[in-house]
């Protein structure tokens, strides 16, 4: 006789069947007033726009690989005077040209716009990249809020709108910037569906930006074509090959011969050793401290997102892990590296938010009971109030970092600014620097009146910049005086400081006299506080803390001085 086997009918506190189908948001237990549709595109453009506008204006420059390998370059390629670094030797030849180009596409109108203007259209050209990221963020929160819900999308859209790393990198001039838009563009349109799309994006974000950052798209494009394969995988080779021929075509009409910039750079870096301690080593815990800088508690709940994927899983994987995935892949992987630098943490920036919000957004998941979705107990009421909570410390911390930022190292930019002012002085006159060349903010903020700017000696022993020498062909030379050992050159200092008409010098509290110090022979036209990081508590110089950032802090003096006529 057959047994009969009796199944109770299920409860409405029964957890839903599991599925092998991605999660959405339409998974979640809807309320009675029905779903919603997710962000539409204008609030989170509008918000991204507001704050990367804020940031084009109010940005510093970071890292001085940004001025030399970047915007002197394009100063060339814009008014053919700019400086030149051995990256862009032809012997050489490390530097794509093919992005360069993408700029000079806003760079060159905003020079028919603004003629002589040189400081509006290194703005315009940061405009540029503002818009570009605002673009890719705004796929990137309207897709989250699509899949998951409008609530993990709005803590994204804020800790994207206002986190320090955010907020800085996304209108730097850098191939790690570029990557970093293409990782939020291609995350995007993975979690909509668009496998072909993430993978040709990630093939852009690779080539045209930054190819080592290969690593953190790998997540996504593997996925993307065990999707679809064979629509990923033609979008993919597509976009590739076209970048790559496109690329070589014009490094050959910039470099003046056939060679490509992309294969150069990996074979230096990695066939070649590349031999980055040259230019300075790290401990493995750096990106750790840097991380929590940039992103405060958001650095510590992003990391944490594993821990609560055993929770949240029928939530965020696989989609949701994929697309976070990188974050750690790339951590692991460049803190491993000896040669760190802030800038290689960009293409993760945007996961960095995106895997805190879902952490945030899973506290009430951490206590509720699993057998009732609907659980109102008092500590899950108590989670969900953390939740505002966790995030409004985020924020407040991310500008309190932003603010201390801004505010204690933008002398150079603005003191450079003044320049224009001083014309009076003829043309053809020296504007010379010496140890604060690291922090020259580019010729774009350097008058035509000024006949050329020149290194002095202040005990720096690497190899600077030279001026591109149209003389030994322009961008086509191989001048003898590069070289890829960081060695100085005998040419790349000015010995004769009399013919200095103008000097930049920072003054800091030290028990010696600086050139400036010279009343007698110079006088400053310009003079603005610059913060003393070796004299300032960490804490303090860090993160703006209310009556405390200016007092505990130590200040120097950024000036532009003026030689006396004799």
């Not at 599925?19 to 991204?48: C, I, V």
């Not at 697309?323 to 951590?331: E, F, G, K």
């Given at each position: 006789?057959?047994?009969?086997?009796?199944?109770?009918?299920?409860?409405?506190?029964?957890?839903?069947?599991?599925?092998?189908?991605?999660?959405?948001?339409?998974?979640?237990?809807?309320?009675?007033?029905?779903?919603?549709?997710?962000?539409?595109?204008?609030?989170?453009?509008?918000?991204?726009?507001?704050?990367?506008?804020?940031?084009?204006?109010?940005?510093?420059?970071?890292?001085?690989?940004?001025?030399?390998?970047?915007?002197?370059?394009?100063?060339?390629?814009?008014?053919?005077?700019?400086?030149?670094?051995?990256?862009?030797?032809?012997?050489?030849?490390?530097?794509s040209?093919?992005?360069?180009l993408?700029?000079?596409?806003?760079g060159?109108?905003?020079?028919?716009?603004?003629?002589?203007?040189?400081?509006?259209?290194?703005?315009?050209?940061?405009?540029?990249?503002?818009?570009?990221?605002?673009?890719?963020?705004?796929?990137?929160?309207?897709?989250?809020?699509?899949?998951?819900?409008?609530?993990?999308?709005?803590?994204?859209?804020?800790?994207?709108?206002?986190?320090?790393?955010?907020?800085?990198?996304?209108?730097?001039?850098?191939?790690?910037?570029f990557?970093?838009?293409?990782?939020?563009?291609?995350?995007?349109?993975?979690?909509l569906?668009?496998?072909?799309?993430?993978?040709a994006?990630?093939?852009?974000?690779?080539?045209?930006?930054?190819?080592?950052?290969?690593?953190?798209?790998?997540?996504?494009?593997?996925?993307?074509?065990?999707?679809?394969?064979?629509?990923?995988?033609?979008?993919?080779a597509?976009?590739?090959?076209?970048?790559?021929?496109?690329?070589?075509?014009?490094?050959?009409?910039?470099?003046?011969?056939?060679?490509?910039?992309?294969?150069?750079?990996?074979?230096?870096?990695?066939?070649?050793?590349?031999?980055?301690?040259?230019?300075?080593?790290?401990?493995?815990?750096?990106?750790?401290?840097?991380?929590?800088?940039?992103?405060?508690?958001?650095?510590?709940?992003?990391?944490?997102?594993?821990?609560?994927?055993?929770?949240?899983?029928?939530?965020?994987?696989?989609?949701?892990?994929?697309?976070?995935?990188?974050?750690?892949?790339?951590?692991?992987?460049?803190?491993?590296?000896?040669h760190?630098?802030?800038?290689?943490?960009?293409?993760?920036?945007?996961?960095?938010?995106?895997?805190?919000?879902?952490?945030?957004?899973?506290?009430?998941?951490?206590?509720?009971?699993?057998?009732?979705?609907?659980?109102?107990?008092?500590?899950?009421?108590?989670?969900?109030?953390?939740?505002?909570?966790?995030?409004s410390?985020?924020?407040?911390?991310?500008?309190?970092?932003?603010?201390?930022?801004?505010?204690?190292?933008?002398?150079?930019?603005?003191?450079?600014?003044?320049?224009?002012?001083?014309?009076?002085?003829?043309?053809?006159?020296?504007?010379?620097?010496?140890s604060?060349?690291?922090?020259?903010?580019?010729?774009?903020?350097?008058?035509?009146?000024?006949?050329?700017?020149?290194?002095?000696?202040?005990?720096?022993?690497g190899?600077?910049?030279?001026?591109?020498?149209?003389?030994?062909?322009?961008?086509?030379?191989?001048?003898?005086?590069?070289?890829?050992?960081?060695?100085?050159?005998?040419?790349?200092?000015?010995?004769?400081?009399?013919?200095?008409?103008?000097?930049?010098?920072?003054?800091?509290?030290?028990?010696?006299?600086?050139?400036?110090?010279?009343?007698?022979?110079?006088?400053?036209?310009?003079?603005?506080?610059?913060?003393?990081?070796?004299?300032s508590?960490?804490?303090?110089?860090?993160?703006?803390?209310?009556?405390?950032?200016?007092?505990?802090?130590?200040?120097?003096?950024?000036?532009?001085?003026?030689?006396?006529?004799?």
């Amino acid at each position: 006789m057959a047994l009969a086997v009796r199944q109770r009918r299920p409860l409405p506190s029964d957890p839903p069947p599991s599925s092998s189908e991605p999660y959405t948001k339409l998974d979640k237990p809807q309320k009675s007033d029905g779903g919603d549709e997710g962000f539409g595109w204008l609030l989170p453009f509008l918000a991204l726009g507001l704050l990367r506008y804020t940031s084009a204006t109010s940005n510093i420059i970071h890292d001085c690989d940004e001025v030399f390998n970047y915007w002197e370059p394009l100063h060339y390629l814009l008014y053919k005077t700019g400086f030149q670094t051995w990256e862009y030797s032809s012997q050489f030849a490390l530097r794509s040209y093919l992005y360069l180009l993408f700029h000079e596409i806003v760079g060159r109108p905003a020079t028919w716009l603004y003629g002589e203007e040189k400081v509006r259209v290194f703005y315009a050209v940061r405009f540029f990249l503002g818009l570009v990221s605002v673009i890719t963020d705004t796929v990137l929160v309207v897709a989250v809020s699509r899949k998951y819900g409008k609530r993990l999308a709005s803590y994204a859209l804020a800790m994207l709108c206002l986190t320090s790393g955010c907020f800085f990198a996304s209108t730097s001039f850098l191939p790690s910037s570029f990557s970093m838009y293409a990782m939020s563009l291609a995350s995007g349109l993975f979690l909509l569906d668009k496998p072909a799309a993430a993978v040709a994006v990630s093939a852009i974000g690779v080539i045209l930006g930054w190819p080592f950052s290969i690593l953190a798209f790998l997540p996504v494009t593997l996925y993307s074509l065990s999707r679809k394969f064979k629509r990923a995988f033609i979008a993919g080779a597509v976009t590739s090959v076209i970048l790559l021929a496109l690329s070589i075509v014009i490094d050959f009409h910039y470099y003046g011969r056939w060679t490509s910039s992309v294969l150069n750079l990996l074979i230096y870096n990695v066939a070649g050793g590349g031999e980055s301690h040259l230019y300075g080593t790290e401990g493995p815990l750096y990106y750790l401290r840097n991380g929590f800088n940039n992103f405060n508690f958001c650095f510590v709940l992003a990391l944490l997102f594993l821990g609560i994927l055993p929770i949240a899983k029928k939530k965020y994987a696989p989609d949701l892990l994929i697309v976070i995935s990188p974050l750690y892949i790339w951590l692991g992987f460049m803190s491993l590296q000896p040669h760190k630098e802030e800038r290689f943490l960009y293409p993760i920036y945007p996961l960095i938010c995106l895997a805190a919000s879902a952490v945030i957004e899973s506290f009430p998941d951490l206590f509720r009971d699993k057998y009732d979705p609907h659980d109102s107990s008092i500590i899950v009421k108590v989670a969900k109030v953390m939740r505002p909570v966790v995030l409004s410390l985020i924020l407040y911390a991310s500008h309190a970092r932003t603010f201390s930022l801004i505010h204690g190292y933008s002398a150079p930019l603005e003191v450079y600014k003044i320049l224009e002012h001083h014309d009076d002085v003829g043309n053809g006159t020296v504007l010379c620097v010496g140890s604060e060349w690291h922090r020259y903010p580019s010729s774009f903020f350097v008058p035509d009146y000024v006949g050329e700017v020149r290194w002095i000696d202040d005990g720096f022993r690497g190899l600077l910049p030279f001026q591109f020498n149209s003389t030994l062909g322009g961008t086509a030379a191989a001048p003898p005086y590069f070289n890829n050992k960081n060695m100085a050159s005998d040419e790349q200092y000015l010995h004769d400081i009399d013919a200095c008409t103008f000097l930049v010098e920072l003054q800091l509290k030290r028990p010696y006299l600086t050139r400036g110090s010279d009343l007698s022979k110079w006088e400053a036209i310009a003079a603005l506080p610059y913060l003393d990081r070796e004299l300032s508590p960490a804490l303090y110089r860090s993160f703006f803390i209310p009556y405390l950032w200016q007092d505990k802090n130590v200040f120097g003096m950024y000036k532009l001085l003026k030689r006396i006529p004799t």
